[in-house]
């Protein structure tokens, strides 16, 4: 029997070494993809930027990683931007954003000098503007719009919708009040516009169409109020193969069209070409990923189901709770054997809906062995919690066949070290 191998090592020798469960991650694979966004967008098209939305998966090497490979870092929250700081990632390479930022966490990043401040609603510009004041300085921003244009993917992860809890509607009384406030403001430099319109995306129609939208309106607004757009960002969205799905997308089927959509709707216009920008996270890290559990009890319900229990679940990885994601697993210390059994893979918390995989295609299994669940890289790790109260699991990183420890298995200790 053999085990499975990822990134050159040996799964199985790792599960042993860390313990389970246990997040691994690929920095060649992490490499590979910001390569191709190097190759296929920023070294491909003039006046590009890229920035890696840190919330699919953030840990202070991994915004080593990001800022060694020379993209810029997306972050929504103080927290983001606090571990961007502890690695001295460079500010003026971040950009912030947030349907909801507090004062404390607009001055963090004005005091800090971040890059831009994506502002999502027009009460915002108050805030961003006392904090510039108070810092004595011009912040520069894009607005973030809400195109309204619809996108394939689960509900959850649509943002771009007419009714989104993200960005400024896109409609005239909404952008010509944010125009005015803006001509208040001393502070305060608009450099542009913005739109996510959704994640997890295999067709690139919805991105052009929303740039279709935004480049009118940037011909509005400039006809309106003599303001010209200096930078386009387009956020991300690109999907990646989970099971079922197709297989994930080479960077430039949405990039070269959405560089070919701007040029020719600016030209169309008669308005300067932009700045594009793009904002990836999923795309880049969700396959470099992988998290090992441990099997353990195994439940035939005869005629109905077998349950075979591990010891992970909703806590590591809510995203088949949260969104009914689907994922691909092998046995990992049983690579080579084809399956021969059908399993429905449970989580360990005390919930009916902690269910990782249903019907999964297994050979015989039995308590210890382990398990591999696939493509975990993105919004794993990032959206893990401690509900019951279970330990956040290791994250190790690996290198041209060498493992790392990056983020430290939680101890029972660490869950109740804050409470008084
Ligand atoms: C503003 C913004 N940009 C970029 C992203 C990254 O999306 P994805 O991981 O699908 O590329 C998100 C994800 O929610 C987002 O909200």
């Given at each position: 029997m053999s085990n499975l191998i990822f990134a050159g090592m040996d799964t199985v020798e790792l599960a042993k070494k860390y313990g389970t469960p246990l997040y691994l991650m690929s920095e060649d694979l992490i490499n590979d993809r910001c390569k191709e966004i190097r190759d296929d967008f920023l070294n491909k098209h003039p006046n590009t930027e890229a920035f890696y939305a840190s919330k699919a998966f953030l840990t202070k090497e991994m915004a080593r990683i990001i800022k060694r490979e020379g993209l810029g870092m997306d972050v929504v929250s103080g927290g983001e931007l606090y571990t961007a700081l502890e690695v001295d990632f460079p500010m003026d390479r971040v950009i912030f954003h947030g349907n909801n930022?507090?004062?404390?966490?607009?001055?963090?990043?004005?005091?800090?000098?971040?890059?831009?401040?994506?502002?999502?609603?027009?009460?915002?510009?108050?805030?961003?503007?006392?904090?510039?004041y108070k810092y004595k300085k011009i912040v520069k921003i894009l607005?973030?719009?809400?195109?309204?244009v619809d996108s394939d993917t689960h509900k959850y992860i649509q943002t771009g919708q007419v009714d989104s809890k993200f960005g400024i509607p896109l409609n005239k009384k909404s952008i010509e009040k944010g125009m005015e406030k803006l001509s208040e403001m001393k502070n305060i430099q608009l450099l542009g516009f913005h739109s996510h319109i959704g994640s997890q995306l295999f067709d690139n129609q919805s991105h052009l169409k929303s740039i279709q939208i935004i480049v009118k309106l940037m011909k509005d607004v400039k006809d309106k109020f003599?303001?010209?757009?200096?930078?386009?960002?387009?956020?991300?969205?690109?999907?990646?193969?989970?099971?079922g799905d197709e297989n994930r997308?080479?960077?430039?089927?949405?990039?070269?069209?959405?560089?070919?959509?701007?040029?020719?709707?600016t030209k169309e216009y008669g308005l300067e070409r932009p700045t594009i920008t793009i904002e990836p996270?999923?795309?880049?890290?969700?396959?470099?990923?992988i998290t090992l559990y441990t099997i353990g009890s195994i439940k035939e319900i005869e005629g109905v189901r077998t349950y075979v229990s591990v010891d992970g679940g909703m806590a590591d990885n809510p995203r088949p709770s949260l969104y009914q994601a689907e994922y691909e697993a092998i046995v990992a210390n049983k690579a080579d054997k084809s399956p021969t059994e059908v399993a429905t893979i449970a989580g360990k918390c005390c919930e009916s809906g902690d269910i990782?995989?249903?019907?999964?295609?297994?050979?015989?299994?039995?308590?210890?062995?382990i398990l591999a669940v696939l493509a975990t890289g993105a919004y794993n790790y990032s959206m893990a919690s401690n509900y019951n109260k279970l330990p956040r699991p290791a994250v190790v990183m690996i290198r041209d066949g060498q493992d790392r420890l990056i983020v430290r298995r939680e101890t029972y200790a660490d869950l109740v070290k804050n409470q008084i």
């Open positions: 930022k507090s004062i404390e966490e607009i001055e963090m990043a004005v005091k800090n000098d971040v890059g831009r401040i994506i502002v999502d609603n027009i009460g915002e510009l108050d805030l961003v503007e006392s904090a510039g607005f973030r719009i809400s195109p309204g003599g303001f010209v757009t200096k930078e386009l960002n387009t956020g991300g969205g690109y999907g990646i193969r989970y099971a997308r080479p960077l430039a089927y949405f990039t070269d069209e959405i560089v070919k959509e701007v040029e020719k709707s996270g999923r795309w880049i890290v969700a396959e470099a990923g990782l995989i249903w019907d999964l295609k297994i050979p015989q299994v039995e308590a210890g062995d």
